[in-house]
């Protein structure tokens, strides 16, 4: 054989060519972000999402070191010019990591977390992102608040969600602007979380101006598993993931399910219960194309206690886990169509698309102010639209040379259109009865896009100019209004980037990120507004590292700014237009992830963030909830005698509840545990919460509210209480 090689060798007169192949594990499936390094020449080489890769300066004979995360160590000899390298699976290990010179670098830090502590719940899966925080305040059902870089991003007017390529925020919402309920995904079948922070990325447009979240679900699912939990508060859960095909090459087929019951630690039951079904079908066609179908359906159904005011537990009158107008809760819904195409045109090129459709329904009442406005019925409201979306992504990627750089390119264009029927808010009583409606009508929000990213390779320092445009069309019916009409307004946003990334080596790199963004407002301020300053601006910076000192030791770092031009915003609870003037927030963050040994991992995150108003004199000018200091971390083990588990904490400091920080939202540290034991098809589990059982408020809100008998209303903090000690047990049998 070593003669072969030899004779091939020589017969080429050991000219260079660009070797090209693919990486796959055992299965079949390609592993993405291979690292391939020639140890002739040393030059190296990633694998794309197909597992392709070209290799440039490599000869017949000669040697490729491979090495990917969760996967052996490779050493493979060229044979031919377009060769299929398997991996076999292996545990995992940091020293395998090489942070790669592009944007999207620190989803490694995701890829780490993900592997060393899997999630159990839809709300944890957004705490996979460094310094992200949520909160729960409505009985479970309602999506969750979100907190990041100094915003109180509500339930997502500053962070761009996406799953499999469907947008997840709602524009217009009957609730919130940007809405975004993730309850309709099962962790289990979560493959992949890629993020980042700021507005740096063109193929991210409305909302990402604090960042995106994109979740990835798996094509294919090795075996089948049944499991259920059980824990406090009358709380039930069942999973199950069913391979249909079994485990063939080209195909793959699974459904997964998932049935939650609980009626959490109020005094009044949640009566919660919510059900997820998903389906999916993916397959290598004969071009190496990967085409796939998803289709899945969610709904949930609660009550809620809602957010309590403080003077009532202080004075005995409720306990923290009270209520006020325990009527308050609701019911909602969605169904997803998703069909996806991953198209290799040539070595060089590819394209990616999908199409999507979703159905949503939502039904939500509350009372903040219990009996503020109306002293006999009380101020409950319900809040209710009917949704269909329907969209698509298409982006090509093409990998060319200028004057011997290399250059990526990426065309990216798509469209979204939303339309509601019935959008409502309305004073009610009971849930049962309307009192009147303050708002109703009909919205049909439409927009469109395209973006050109390039990636300019000058050895160590790439260079990543962009240009995103969106262009969007509001419509909205007031159905209050004595005569039929359509206001309309249109609006055209341009998005320059421009990031540096500097690779020292495998193992240290620096980067400078700059870039405008937005977010869109509600379509019923822009007609009232006449379209003027519906897209605020956002214009951030970042500037850091990402470095490996050790082998098994990863740190990033970065200094990082952004300002955010005038808005006008929809106050959804109450049906008005607030001015919100221009703002900056600056911070800085640190983040370690440290593998001990073998089966031993720590990480943690600290961010320091300093929010201000703009416009506000010193002393006015605190943004109610921007956090302040936060840090997460833990300890997690794997494999340890069939042992594995962990021990996490999460911690937010005091930080101002109005604007001039005469009301304080109090800041709390909670830790939690979990441990697992393998025992041939089975895992046995159990979950512990707030293992110190600490008394934490998870939203807070500086309200004014008036009780039945108060005289005066009151501005203080309203709260919903966190979970106290919460134990649950697992187990899990797998097929």
């Known amino acids: 054989m070593k003669s072969l090689i030899l004779m091939l060798v020589a017969l080429s007169g050991l000219s260079t060519y660009a070797q090209k192949g693919k990486v796959l594990d055992l299965d079949g499936n ?5 690292y391939l390094m020639n140890t002739s020449s040393d030059n190296h080489a990633h694998t794309n999402e197909f597992g392709f890769f070209s290799l440039d300066k490599t000869v017949i004979g000669d040697v490729i070191k491979i090495s990917a995360l969760g996967y052996k160590k490779t050493n493979y000899q060229i044979v031919s010019s377009d060769d299929t390298i398997i991996m076999e699976d292996d545990i995992f290990r940091l020293n395998e990591i090489v942070i790669q010179p592009k ?11 993900l592997e060393t502590t899997p999630v159990n719940s839809s709300q944890e899966i957004l705490r996979k992102v460094p310094g992200l925080f949520i909160g729960q305040h409505a009985g479970g059902g309602k999506a969750e608040q979100i907190f990041l870089r100094g915003f109180d991003i509500d339930h997502g007017t500053d962070i761009a969600i996406s799953v499999d390529g ?3 925020n709602m524009v217009s919402h009957a609730h919130g602007q940007g809405y975004a309920d993730l309850h309709f995904v099962i962790p289990e ?48 859960r069942t999973v199950g993931l069913f391979n249909l095909l079994g485990n063939q090459k080209t195909q793959s087929a699974y459904i997964a399910t998932e049935y939650i019951l609980t009626d959490g630690p109020f005094d009044s039951p949640q009566n919660f219960n919510r059900i997820n079904l998903l389906g999916k079908y993916s397959a290598i066609l004969k071009d190496n194309s990967k085409f796939s179908i998803l289709a899945s359906r969610f709904s949930s159904k609660w009550d809620a206690s809602g957010q309590i005011p403080q003077r009532l537990v202080d004075n005995g009158t409720i306990s923290r886990f009270g209520a006020v107008d325990d009527t308050e809760g609701g019911n909602t819904s969605r169904t997803n169509f998703n069909a996806s195409l991953s198209k290799p045109i040539d070595e060089n090129t590819f394209l990616k698309a999908n199409a999507f459709y979703s159905n949503y329904q939502f039904e939500l009442y509350s009372n903040f102010t219990f009996f503020l406005d109306d002293p006999i019925n009380g101020d409950q409201i319900k809040q209710k639209e009917n949704r269909d979306i329907y969209g698509m992504n298409a982006e090509l990627n093409k990998k060319t040379k200028i004057n011997d750089t290399d250059v990526l390119l990426q065309f990216g264009a798509g469209f979204r259109a939303d339309a509601t029927t019935d959008t409502e808010l309305s004073h009610t009583l009971n849930r049962r009865t309307v009192l009147e409606n303050i708002k109703l009508g009909d919205i049909d929000e439409s927009s469109l896009f395209s973006y050109v990213n390039s990636e300019f390779n000058f050895g160590k320092l790439m260079i990543n100019p962009a240009i995103r445009l969106d262009y969007f069309k509001f419509n909205y019916q007031d159905k209050l209004m004595e005569n039929y009409k359509t206001q309309s307004e249109s609006k055209v946003k341009f998005s320059p980037k421009l990031n540096f990334i500097y690779s020292q080596n495998n193992n240290l790199q620096f980067f400078v990120k700059s870039g405008m963004g937005f977010h869109s407002n509600d379509a019923r301020v822009v007609v009232q507004n006449s379209g003027k300053q519906i897209l605020p601006t956002a214009i951030g910076t970042d500037v850091g590292t990402i470095w490996k000192p050790f082998p098994k030791l990863i740190v990033n770092s970065a200094l990082w700014y952004l300002f955010l031009e005038q808005e006008f915003v929809y106050v959804g609870d109450a049906g008005i237009i607030e001015p919100s003037g221009k703002s900056k927030r600056m911070g800085a963050e640190l983040g370690l992830r440290y593998q001990l040994n073998d089966w031993l991992y720590f990480d943690a995150d600290a961010n320091y963030t300093y929010a201000r108003s703009i416009d506000e004199p010193k ?25 594995s588990g962990g021990i996490r904490y999460r911690y937010l400091k005091n930080r101002p509840a109005n604007e001039d920080n005469s009301i304080v939202a109090k800041g709390y540290f909670i830790s939690d ?14 979950a512990v919460e707030n293992i110190f059982n600490t008394a934490w408020n998870e939203t807070q809100f500086a309200t004014e509210s008036r009780l039945q ?18 134990m649950k047990g697992k187990i899990t049998y797998t097929f």
């Open 709 to 726: 008998n108060e005289p005066e209303s009151v501005e203080e903090i309203h709260f919903t209480p966190g979970t106290p000690f919460f």
């Open 166 to 168: 469907m947008p997840v």
């Open 30 to 34: 390609p592993i993405e972000n291979a």
């Open 673 to 686: 545990l979990n441990v697992n034991y393998q025992y041939k098809n089975i895992n046995f589990g159990i």
């Open 619 to 643: 002393g006015q000018d605190y943004i109610p909830l921007a956090p302040d200091f936060t840090t997460t971390g833990g300890l997690s083990f794997q494999k340890v005698n069939g042992f």
């Open 189 to 236: 079948t979560v493959e992949k979380i890629d993020f980042g922070k700021g507005t740096y990325y063109a193929n991210k447009g409305d909302f990402a101006t604090a960042g995106y979240v994109t979740f990835q679900t798996k094509d294919k699912i090795e075996k089948s598993s049944i499991g259920v939990e059980v824990g406090q508060f009358n709380t039930l």
């Open 103 to 113: 944007l999207s670098a620190m989803n490694v830090i995701s890829k780490i977390d």
